[in-house]
C-alpha cells in the first residue's frame, strides 16, 4: 500500500499537546534532524506541541534535535537511557529548574522495551537495575536461583525515524549504525514518520534488504540531504568559542 509522501512540515502538523514520541538515534547517528527542526519550527509559531514526553537513548546536545526541542520548553518528561553528553546545557538546566522530568532506564532495558511495546508483550524480567533505585516498587521474581526485576513494554503516539532507503510501500533500508533504534521505534508507535533519503518505486529495493516492513511506516519525507547532528553541533559550539573569545 502507497504510503503519504509530505513535507517534514506536514508530516508532523497533527502532533499534538501530551502526545509521547519516540526519536530515533544513538546520539547523532540517525537522528532525525529535519523532522526535529520542523516540529520546532511549528512550536516557535504556534505555540503546540507542548509537555510532550520523548523517548530516545539520550537527551541531546547542544541546543539542536531533541536538545533543541527541550531548550524551547516543549518537552515534560523524557525517557532515556543517557542523559548527559558532551553538550548537556539543555537538559541540565531544565532539569535543576525543575523543567522536566526523567525516566532513567538502562539501555538494553530500554531496547527491550520498545521491542516489546511493539510485539505485543506487555511487561518482562530482566536482572539489569536488580538492587538499585530504578527498580523501586517494581515487581521482583526469581528464576533458576535470581532475581529479575519486571519491566513493562514502551509504546508511543508518533515515532520520528531517518532511514536511508524508502520505497513508496513504506519499506526502509538504514544506513550503518543509523539503524540503532529506528526498526523498534517503528513498530511500537501509533504512527510512524520516516525521512529518507530517497523514496524508490515500489520493488526497488532488494527485500533481503529491507529491515523495516512498510506495515510499520505511516508517513514518508524525502530529506535528499540530510544534516548530521554532530555538524550542527560542532558549528554551534565554534560560533560560541568566537563570541566569547
Known amino acids: 500500500m502507497a504510503k503519504d509522501i509530505v513535507t517534514c512540515a506536514e508530516a508532523v502538523s497533527d502532533i499534538a499537546d501530551g502526545m509521547?514520541?519516540?526519536?530515533?538515534?544513538?546520539?547523532?547517528?540517525?537522528?532525525?534532524?529535519?523532522l526535529i527542526g520542523a516540529l520546532?519550527?511549528?512550536?516557535?509559531e504556534t505555540g503546540h506541541p507542548r509537555d510532550?514526553?520523548?523517548?530516545?537513548?539520550n537527551a541531546g546536545n547542544g541546543t539542536v534535535g531533541i536538545a533543541g526541542m527541550i531548550a524551547a520548553g516543549m518537552v515534560r518528561?523524557?525517557?532515556?537511557?543517557?542523559?548527559?553528553?558532551?553538550y548537556p546545557q539543555a537538559f541540565t538546566e531544565a532539569y535543576k529548574a525543575g523543567r522536566i522530568e526523567l525516566e532513567?532506564?538502562?539501555?538494553?532495558?530500554?531496547?527491550?522495551?520498545?521491542?516489546?511495546?511493539?510485539?505485543?508483550?506487555?511487561?518482562?524480567?530482566?536482572?539489569?537495575?536488580?538492587?538499585?533505585?530504578?527498580?523501586?516498587?517494581?515487581?521482583?521474581?526469581?528464576?533458576?536461583?535470581?532475581?529479575?526485576?519486571?519491566e513493562r513494554w514502551l509504546k508511543a503516539?508518533?515515532?520520528?525515524?531517518?532511514?536511508?532507503?524508502?520505497?513508496?510501500?513504506?519499506?526502509?533500508?538504514?544506513?550503518?549504525?543509523?539503524r540503532n533504534f529506528g526498526p523498534i521505534?517503528?513498530?511500537?508507535?501509533?504512527?510512524?514518520?520516516?525521512?529518507?533519503?530517497?523514496i524508490l518505486p515500489p520493488g526497488t529495493l532488494d527485500p533481503e534488504q529491507i529491515i523495516t516492513?512498510?506495515?510499520?511506516?505511516?508517513?514518508?519525507v524525502r530529506v535528499e540531504a540530510p544534516v548530521q547532528e554532530e555538524v550542527l553541533v560542532r558549528a554551534e559550539a565554534a560560533t560560541a568559542a568566537g563570541e566569547n573569545g
Open 77 to 86: 518528561k523524557i525517557i532515556c537511557s543517557f542523559p548527559r553528553s558532551a
Open 157 to 178: 503516539d508518533v515515532a520520528l525515524v531517518k532511514a536511508e532507503l524508502a520505497d513508496e510501500a513504506g519499506n526502509l533500508t538504514y544506513h550503518g549504525a543509523a
Open 185 to 198: 521505534m517503528c513498530m511500537a508507535a501509533a504512527l510512524s514518520i520516516v525521512q529518507a533519503r530517497e
Open 104 to 150: 532513567l532506564v538502562p539501555q538494553g532495558t530500554l531496547a527491550e522495551r520498545i521491542r516489546a511495546g511493539g510485539a505485543g508483550i506487555p511487561a518482562f524480567y530482566t536482572p539489569t537495575s536488580y538492587g538499585t533505585e530504578l527498580a523501586a516498587g517494581k515487581p521482583v521474581a526469581e528464576f533458576e536461583g535470581r532475581p529479575y526485576v519486571q
Open 52 to 57: 510532550l514526553t520523548v523517548i530516545n537513548n
Open 213 to 220: 516492513p512498510g506495515i510499520f511506516v505511516d508517513r514518508l
Open 40 to 44: 520546532i519550527a511549528r512550536f516557535r
Open 20 to 34: 509521547s514520541v519516540m526519536i530515533g538515534g544513538f546520539g547523532g547517528a540517525g537522528s532525525p534532524v529535519e
